[in-house]
């Protein structure tokens, strides 16, 4: 069965896999269905899921039994991912927008608490900021707070609204982050810096919310539509592609390994590197 296109929801489009032939249905309708199909299963959250990591974190989640609610800016792209991931074994409630908008942010709690619990938050979505990368001299203020909005506020904002249904179930935040938040790179400075504040306060809320985990995980360098913007023109196939990092990043949610900071390349399974080694460049 094809995605059900159900219709606008406050800015965005609201997408659900896996439901009966029918009349358009509000997002809560479609999740109380996931919620009274199975009441143990897990479900997870993923930000920035229509492609690139996110979208590949999604397809491991779903072939882990979870039920999902994923997001991204692009309809379209999302309604794409979303259509493929019950083939991995996942139901899939997909609502499309911009993480850094409250109204959009209300939509993914509405559709969280339709569903009944949230086990996992996965905040993927974020943006490169100012392209081709500028030294922090000529870093454009406007470019730098658009970064700190999506890589910091936004996170942070939505994490704000999912932590009652987290505490419930005892689940999990993941904050997708990177080297350049510790690594002095020419050029990354706005997206570095604002990785930096995502990890502090990834810390903090670790030290302050004992009933769950958080983790921060750099993922590596990997061959993204991000990466690329950051290397506009460079050939950037030698990265490995993000489905090799997702055995390593589950390994999080499966072990429900401590809270910290954590590298793909040291979780991934005995004889999986995945081709980590590669560390030339920020991931």
Same mark, same amino acid.
């Given at each position: ?47 920035? *899921?229509?492609? /690139?990591? !996110?979208?590949?974190? %999604? #397809?491991?989640? =779903?072939? +882990? ?6 997001? @991204? ?110 690594? *002095?790179?020419? /050029?990354? !400075?706005?997206?570095? %810096? #604002?990785?930096? =504040?995502? +990890? ?6 670790? @030290? ?76």
């Amino acid at each position: 069965m094809g995605p059900l296109l159900l219709g606008p929801l406050l800015l965005g489009t609201v997408i659900r896999t896996r439901v009966p032939p029918g009349p358009e249905r509000t997002v809560s309708t479609a999740a109380e269905h996931l919620a009274c199909e199975d009441m143990n299963t897990q479900v997870a959250l993923i930000t920035g *899921a229509s492609r /690139g990591l !996110g979208r590949a974190l %999604a #397809a491991g989640l =779903a072939r +882990e039994g979870f039920a999902l609610i994923i997001d @991204a800016r692009n309809a379209a792209a999302l309604g794409e991912a979303a259509a493929a991931l019950p083939a991995a074994g996942g139901d899939v409630t997909a609502i499309s927008g911009d993480v850094t908008d409250p109204a959009h942010r209300a939509a993914l709690l509405k559709a969280a608490e339709a569903a009944g619990r949230l086990d996992v938050l996965i905040n993927n979505a974020g943006t490169l900021g100012a392209s081709p990368l500028p030294a922090l001299a000529d870093y454009p203020p406007a470019d730098l707070r658009t970064a700190f909005e999506a890589n910091v506020i936004a996170p942070i904002a939505l994490i704000q609204l999912m932590l009652p249904l987290l505490r419930a179930s005892g689940g999990a935040v993941l904050n997708i982050t990177s080297d350049a938040a510790r690594e *002095a790179y020419a /050029g990354w !400075g706005g997206y570095g %810096a #604002a990785k930096a =504040a995502l +990890e502090q306060a990834s810390n903090v809320l670790a @030290a302050e919310e004992l009933a769950i985990r958080v983790w921060w995980a750099d993922p590596g360098d990997l061959r993204t539509d991000m990466h690329q913007r950051a290397f506009p023109g460079q050939d950037i196939s030698d990265r490995p592609r993000p489905e090799t990092v997702v055995p390593a990043l589950i390994r999080l949610v499966a072990e429900r390994l401590p809270s910290g900071r954590y590298r793909a390349a040291d979780l991934m399974p005995a004889g999986r590197s995945a081709g980590l080694a590669y560390r030339s460049e920020p991931s």
